[in-house]
């Protein structure tokens, strides 16, 4: 199968200088392969699309040396089998955000190992790997009483009530500018996507469409003449109705905020 994973420079063969005693002067920057490429240690991205392996890879020392963009902006879905390098970039001031001061220590508060991918909770500045708060906040196999409750929808630390989790792939402290780019531009990614609660209601009920999170919906709400729709109660009030009972919403939950973080490549490749 054909991978589907960013493009790289094409490399042009092997660099003609690596094996001289002069050396390749340029470095992280040569666009040739240093080395046989059949004997060059080869590094495996396995793609989980429909249960094949993506081919093996081999980069050159320029492609090696790029840093992932998509980290640098926040967040990146490839975690730990991304083809770049995920660094922060040196601040140009002498000034340190909080954020990047000892992060190699952070830990999540439930299982107390360190999140390749963060979930951050608004509200609060609790550490928490993106499996773990999922879990917490999801409704399957709690009781009724809990499940519809708000109490899976506040930090399991300190209560403090959060409607989403955002996956960052860097700790930001409540407060923090980037914590508040890195929500904004989740919000933003999945508000141009249309909401499919909302979509299939109107099949439904075409004068009278729903969706079980309202206002507080992240997804994108149209009329047909491209209007925007506005609900005017949030989940609180949306998922307790009587034309949408809680059970199906635990049934089709995959639309919940918290779950939002199949397959985007729109700006921060998430939601």
């Known amino acids: 199968m054909v991978s589907n994973r960013p ?26 392969l240093h080395g046989d490429p059949s004997a060059l240690s080869h590094r495996t991205h396995p793609d989980t699309l429909d249960g094949c392996v993506s081919p093996q890879v081999v980069l050159t020392p320029y492609d090696s040396a790029k840093i992932c963009r998509y980290y640098a902006n926040g967040y990146c879905k490839r975690g730990v089998d991304c083809w770049f390098r995920h660094v922060i970039k040196p601040p140009t001031t002498n000034t340190t955000n909080s954020s990047e001061l000892e992060e190699e220590d952070l830990a999540c508060s439930v299982c107390f190992e ?28 709690k009781s009724g009483d809990l499940a519809s409750s708000v109490n899976t929808k506040k930090c399991p630390m300190c209560r403090a009530p959060s409607k ?9 402290k409540e407060g923090e500018q980037g914590k508040t780019k890195v929500m904004q531009a989740y919000r933003d990614s999945t508000a141009r996507l249309p909401c499919r609660y909302f979509q299939e209601s109107k099949t439904r009920n075409p004068k009278k469409p729903f969706c ?12 047909d003449d491209g209007t925007k729709y506005v609900f ?24 919940d905020p918290d779950s939002l973080f199949s397959t985007t490549t729109l700006g921060f490749q998430f939601y």
């Not at 917490?136 to 196999?141: F, G, K, Q, V």
């Not at 079980?212 to 009329?223: A, E, S, V």
């Not at 009030?237 to 049934?251: D, G, I, S």
């Open 7 to 32: 493009s790289t420079s094409k490399p042009r063969g092997i660099c003609k200088y690596y094996n001289t005693p002069r050396g390749c002067f340029a470095g992280d920057n040569c666009k040739f």
């Open 212 to 223: 079980p999170f309202g206002k507080d919906c992240f997804y994108q709400h149209n009329n």
């Open 164 to 172: 989403f989790i955002t996956p960052s792939s860097r700790f930001w």
């Open 114 to 141: 360190k999140p390749v991918t963060f979930g951050l909770l608004g509200g609060c500045s609790h550490v928490f790997c993106i499996q773990c708060i999922q879990q917490w906040r999801d409704p399957e196999n």
């Open 232 to 255: 005017k109660d949030g989940v609180d009030v949306c998922m307790k109705v009587r034309y949408f009972p809680l059970t199906f919403c635990l049934q089709e939950r995959s639309h």
